[in-house]
């Protein structure tokens, strides 16, 4: 016997994707094959401080001899300000623009055209609404689509300025393009390798970590760091409290600090940050939780179907409490739970298969006469209470079907839901308690753009990730298919 598994493979998890699967055609025999398109995505990325919106309607300036409004430039393109850490000061890099457009009143448009000359382009410092900019440098004449380049001296050490960059053409300005809260100087990167020791639960609580090694956004050596402060927030009005101070710190080293302090229980979040010469690192969050914690989530959980048909269950125990803080472990037993396909897509019938056992396995007997589907979730628990479900992926249990084996993903359900014609389970090495589900629809995105089956007739196999689902394999798995007798398969 054997089964067709399709894989999946995500390889980039910082777009947001939508994934098509072209659909599966009928025409197969003896066994499935399987046509996946590439899992495809859209990105925008977006200057901050880039101003210019886009017109509803544009259309090209064409002259026809009558007086024309002048161009309004547009903003500058490719603003970059970052502080130059070995020399000191700014470096400030654009684009001219080469393109500027005026709204035509009457035929209720924006018209765009090519810029022939620029006056001049400002760098400023940004003064607010009420305040004319302050000019720190101008780029006289420049060649539309011309790279422009400087390095700014002039602005005091350790403070933070807001810039604006104003084109200057035809009497008419861009409006400028804003960066604010650029820092005059470079702060440490945040430490790293937190750790957090408690005596089962309670004070003093001992937190473990390495400084930065290296200024933030570079590969640039600190030469030295004044303090690394542990503290707690109080919230917008008031300034945090402060629970250690550590002053004798070199870059890259590993140190410990110890808080003891009452009346603290339950989840606290901290923040641990490195002071530079210029400034503090970005926070490094430490969660402590004083007090006995509740389990965390069983991991490995792996369910394999045995040759007699039935299911072997295995697990490993939590290696934390559910907070992240101290938890009984000689306490720990756990509950296994079988769950079936219930009346609709978003609901499961669920059964509980065993109790307060101390085992890591569990062994399901499986008595099906047809191929069925199901999954398995255990959950851990101590006497401070339960903790989150662990979920196996969706398995396919029973007889094998026989050859041929044919899989349209085509299944007109209703006038608004469709599904495959067999059984199919899943499986995943995505880690996350809620990972994406294959679903099968008779359109798909890819990106913003809506994705149909060739000639619009039958449906698609696809995933829809998310977000923050991080690097991971997905499959589709059928049930068993009886190939006995079979001296090669045809696809």
């Known amino acids: 016997m054997s089964r067709l598994s399709v894989p999946l493979h995500r390889n980039n998890h910082y777009s947001y994707i939508y994934t098509n699967h072209l659909l599966m055609r009928k025409s197969l025999s003896y066994a499935l094959a399987v046509l996946l398109a590439s899992a495809g995505w859209a990105a925008v990325a977006y200057s901050p401080g880039a101003d210019t919106a886009l017109p509803s309607q544009a259309s090209a300036r064409v002259s026809d001899g009558e007086d024309e409004e002048p161009l309004a430039p547009d903003n500058v393109s490719e603003l970059a300000i970052s502080w130059n850490i070995l020399e000191g000061g700014f470096d400030i890099s654009m684009i001219a623009p080469t393109t500027g457009s005026y709204y035509d009143y009457d035929e209720w448009t924006t018209v765009a055209g090519d810029l022939t000359e620029i006056e001049k382009i400002d760098v400023c410092l940004d003064k607010g609404y009420w305040e004319a900019p302050e000019v720190l440098h101008t780029f ?4 539309p689509g011309e790279a422009l380049s400087y390095r700014e001296t002039s602005l005091a050490k350790g403070s933070k300025y807001d810039f604006k960059v104003i084109v200057y053409a035809n009497g008419e300005n861009s409006g400028g393009t804003t960066v604010s809260e650029v820092l005059a100087g470079a702060v440490p990167a945040a430490v790293t390798g937190v750790k957090v020791e408690t005596e089962k639960g309670q004070m003093p609580v001992k937190i473990t970590f390495t400084t930065p090694l290296v200024y933030a956004g570079s590969d640039i050596a600190l030469p030295s760091l004044e303090k690394v402060v542990l503290s707690k927030p109080r919230g917008w009005y008031s300034d945090p409290e402060e629970l250690a101070v550590l002053s004798e710190v070199e870059p890259g080293k590993e140190y410990t600090m110890t808080v003891n302090k009452e009346n603290v229980t339950g989840t606290n979040t901290w923040q641990l940050v490195a002071h530079g ?4 690192s970005a926070t490094a969050e430490v969660k402590v939780f004083i ?15 045995q040759p007699d048909g039935n299911v072997l269950l295995t697990w490993n125990a939590p290696a934390t409490g559910a907070n992240n803080g101290y938890f009984e472990r000689d306490e720990l037993k756990y509950t296994v ?3 079936t396909p219930g009346e609709n897509s978003w609901s499961e019938n669920m059964l509980v298969l065993s109790e307060n056992q101390t085992e890591c396995s569990y062994l399901y007997e499986c008595a099906v006469s ?6 398995f979730s255990v959950k851990a628990a101590t006497a401070a209470g339960a903790g989150t479900e662990t979920n196996s992926g969706y398995l396919i249990v029973g007889p094998a079907v026989p050859l041929p084996f044919t899989e349209g993903f085509d299944n007109k359900i209703s006038d608004y839901s469709w599904g495959t014609e067999n059984m199919w389970g899943t499986a995943t090495n995505c880690d996350t308690s809620y ?14 753009t ?4 060739e000639g619009e007739e039958g449906a698609l196999m696809y995933i829809d990730f998310y977000d923050n689902t991080p690097l991971a394999d997905f499959w589709l798995v059928s049930s068993k298919i009886n190939v006995a007798g079979e001296a090669a398969l045809a696809f």
């Open 140 to 143: 006289v004449n420049p060649a």
């Open 277 to 280: 010469e210029d400034g503090p």
């Open 291 to 305: 007090g006995v914690d509740t389990s965390g989530k069983v991991s490995d959980l792996a369910a394999v179907e």
């Open 337 to 339: 739970i079988v769950k």
């Open 370 to 375: 047809e191929p069925s589907k199901l999954r």
């Open 435 to 448: 990972p994406p589900d294959w679903r099968c629809s008779n359109y798909a995105y890819i990106g913003n």
């Open 450 to 453: 809506q994705v149909k089956p």
